[in-house]
């Protein structure tokens, strides 16, 4: 699962079973679900059982899928019940079965086939635009509006990233601030350690994140978290130059569509038309594709390049190299990086104690150093093994270490069982679906990253019985 499924994934999961069935009355939030949050098993189950009038039963689930991947089945089976497709039904004397929750299966089929009026993908205008826009001029809205936002989440560097033609509202910036991806000191805005992993994530995954801050202050603005939630499934399912109407928009929608606009998410050319064009932040939502190959001239999303892009020269002397011109990105390297010299399409520095440290300060981590001069590493520099010089990583690292003596990991901890065997059978499986922590077996007690999947696992097993 992506990193913006993931995201997206989470606040579904806390949702309660009658925002779903809300949720699901819409075609499209159906077919997003679909297309967005299920792994290829977990479709193939769904595609299965979509037009089967009666409840399945789960030996005949079981028969669909090798013996020796029991553990993808029940990944895919838990994550369909976490996001109340699957439903299971247990009528005593009857053998345990599973059917599609309605009206997710009656919106999917509705969404595959057509039909109806609901009008859940969009209302395309019947007139043509006195002011078209091209789909290049929308790419260059989003561009410049999104790296507005990067730039003021980096602008306490002391590098100037203002573009005169955007201008971040005081929502924007509120957001930002709750989501606790920047901080204010005075007058100051400084980045966090929330706010430098932000940055490393690729585009879709950043709008993602904080679309769910705004869905968490939905409610503070008066303003519906499912007709929210619905819109913007909807936005993702809309064609990228193709402009709207917003006469079947409901006022939260409209009022969404002025915030979206801040994010270079949406566009429209007045508050007052009555059309809006999706950018391709928007049509890019609820599908694997990438939202903006950079985000400015030259800024590959850092977790994800790996396409020999890469513009850092680092060596191990820790002088450091980036071919850029970028505003943005010489503003991230001065996060971690006393720079001293400037040319016009290059800056150079020095990786130092003191700089490492003011990035520990802002809670900037080394790993995170690390992976971002990793990913961004220059293709003469992808010809050594190891890609960065291990005088330097370590030294890094070492820097950090210097005043941290503990690291923290959230998380949940299992206790109490009743014996040594049921408590090795469920360490076990936390450990084969990658989220154990840490165990000790003599008092029967470990500790894992997500507890979803071992709560199921601990259920399944008390149906079972011994």
Same mark, same amino acid.
């Given at each position: 699962?992506?990193?913006?499924?993931?995201?997206?994934?989470?606040?579904? !999961?806390?949702?309660?079973? %009658? =925002?779903?069935?809300?949720?699901?009355? &819409?075609?499209?939030?159906?077919?997003?679900?679909?297309?967005?949050?299920?792994?290829?098993?977990?479709?193939?189950?769904?595609?299965?059982?979509?037009?089967?009038?009666?409840?399945?039963?789960?030996?005949?689930?079981?028969?669909?899928?090798?013996? *020796?991947?029991?553990?993808?089945?029940?990944?895919?089976?838990?994550?369909?019940?976490?996001?109340?497709?699957?439903?299971?039904?247990?009528?005593?004397?009857?053998?345990?079965?599973?059917?599609?929750?309605?009206?997710?299966?009656?919106?999917?089929?509705?969404?595959?086939?057509?039909?109806?009026?609901?009008?859940?993908?969009? =209302?395309?205008?019947?007139?043509? *635009? +006195?002011? #078209?826009?091209?789909?290049?001029?929308?790419?260059?809205?989003?561009?410049?509006?999104?790296?507005?936002?990067?730039?003021?989440?980096?602008?306490? %560097?002391?590098?100037?990233?203002?573009?005169?033609?955007?201008?971040?509202? &005081?929502?924007?910036?509120?957001?930002?601030?709750?989501?606790?991806?920047?901080?204010?000191?005075?007058? $100051? =805005? !400084?980045?966090?350690?929330?706010?430098?992993?932000?940055?490393?994530?690729?585009?879709?995954?950043?709008?993602?994140?904080?679309?769910?801050?705004?869905?968490?202050?939905?409610? $503070?603005?008066?303003?519906?978290?499912?007709?929210?939630?619905?819109?913007?499934?909807?936005?993702?399912?809309?064609?990228?130059?193709?402009?709207?109407?917003?006469?079947?928009?409901?006022?939260?929608?409209?009022?969404?569509?002025?915030?979206?606009?801040?994010?270079?998410?949406?566009?429209?050319? /007045?508050?007052?038309?009555?059309?809006?064009?999706? %950018?391709?932040? /928007?049509?890019?939502? %609820?599908?694997?594709?990438?939202?903006?190959?950079? =985000?400015?001239?030259?800024? *590959?999303?850092?977790?994800?390049?790996?396409?020999?892009?890469?513009? @850092?020269? @680092?060596?191990?002397?820790?002088?450091?190299?980036?071919?850029?011109?970028?505003?943005?990105?010489?503003? @991230?390297?001065?996060?971690?990086?006393?720079?001293?010299?400037?040319?016009?399409?290059?800056?150079?520095?020095?990786?130092?104690? !003191?700089?490492?440290?003011?990035?520990?300060?802002?809670?900037?981590?080394?790993?995170?150093?690390?992976?971002?001069?990793?990913?961004? /590493?220059?293709?003469?520099?992808?010809?050594?093994? #190891?890609?960065?010089? #291990?005088?330097?990583?370590?030294?890094?690292?070492?820097?950090?270490?210097?005043?941290?003596?503990? +690291?923290?990991? /959230?998380?949940?901890?299992?206790?109490?069982?009743?014996?040594?065997?049921?408590?090795?059978?469920?360490?076990?499986?936390?450990?084969?679906?990658?989220?154990?922590?840490?165990?000790?077996?003599?008092?029967?007690?470990?500790?894992?990253?997500?507890?979803?999947?071992?709560?199921?696992?601990?259920?399944? $097993? &008390?149906?079972?019985?011994?």
């Amino acid at each position: 699962m992506s990193g913006s499924s993931l995201r997206s994934f989470e606040y579904l !999961e806390g949702l309660p079973g %009658t =925002v779903f069935n809300r949720l699901y009355q &819409q075609p499209s939030t159906a077919l997003a679900i679909f297309r967005r949050m299920l792994p290829h098993l977990a479709k193939s189950f769904v595609m299965a059982m979509l037009y089967i009038s009666h409840p399945l039963l789960v030996t005949d689930i079981e028969s669909w899928v090798r013996p *020796d991947s029991r553990l993808e089945r029940d990944h895919a089976v838990s994550l369909l019940e976490r996001l109340h497709v699957l439903t299971a039904s247990a009528n005593p004397g009857q053998p345990r079965a599973y059917s599609l929750t309605n009206p997710f299966a009656a919106s999917l089929r509705l969404a595959l086939t057509g039909g109806g009026n609901h009008k859940s993908f969009g =209302v395309p205008c019947n007139t043509p *635009d +006195k002011n #078209p826009i091209s789909i290049a001029e929308l790419d260059e809205f989003a561009r410049r509006q999104w790296e507005g936002v990067l730039g003021y989440m980096v602008s306490g %560097t002391g590098i100037s990233l203002a573009d005169e033609g955007v201008k971040l509202s &005081q929502g924007v910036k509120a957001l930002l601030q709750f989501g606790e991806l920047v901080m204010s000191r005075g007058k $100051k =805005v !400084e980045i966090t350690q929330a706010g430098f992993a932000f940055i490393l994530q690729e585009v879709n995954a950043q709008v993602w994140t904080l679309l769910v801050y705004y869905l968490d202050n939905a409610e $503070k603005l008066r303003m519906d978290p499912v007709d929210v939630l619905s819109f913007l499934f909807m936005l993702g399912s809309l064609e990228l130059g193709q402009d709207y109407s917003k006469a079947t928009l409901t006022p939260t929608q409209l009022q969404m569509l002025e915030d979206l606009g801040d994010f270079g998410i949406v566009y429209q050319s /007045a508050p007052s038309s009555t059309r809006f064009y999706p %950018t391709r932040l /928007a049509t890019t939502l %609820t599908s694997d594709a990438g939202a903006l190959r950079s =985000v400015s001239a030259g800024f *590959d999303t850092a977790l994800n390049s790996g396409d020999g892009k890469g513009f @850092i020269v @680092i060596e191990t002397n820790y002088r450091i190299y980036a071919y850029t011109s970028s505003q943005l990105q010489i503003a @991230i390297l001065q996060l971690f990086t006393r720079l001293n010299t400037r040319y016009p399409n290059m800056v150079a520095g020095k990786v130092t104690r !003191e700089s490492i440290r003011r990035a520990v300060s802002m809670g900037i981590t080394s790993d995170q150093i690390i992976s971002f001069l990793s990913t961004h /590493a220059h293709p003469q520099m992808r010809k050594n093994n #190891p890609i960065l010089p #291990p005088t330097v990583v370590d030294q890094i690292r070492l820097w950090q270490i210097e005043g941290e003596r503990m +690291k923290a990991t /959230a998380g949940f901890l299992f206790k109490d069982f009743v014996n040594a065997s049921e408590f090795e059978g469920v360490c076990k499986y936390a450990e084969e679906i990658g989220v154990l922590a840490w165990k000790n077996e003599s008092r029967r007690m470990f500790f894992v990253t997500r507890h979803e999947q071992v709560a199921a696992y601990l259920r399944n $097993k &008390q149906k079972k019985g011994p």
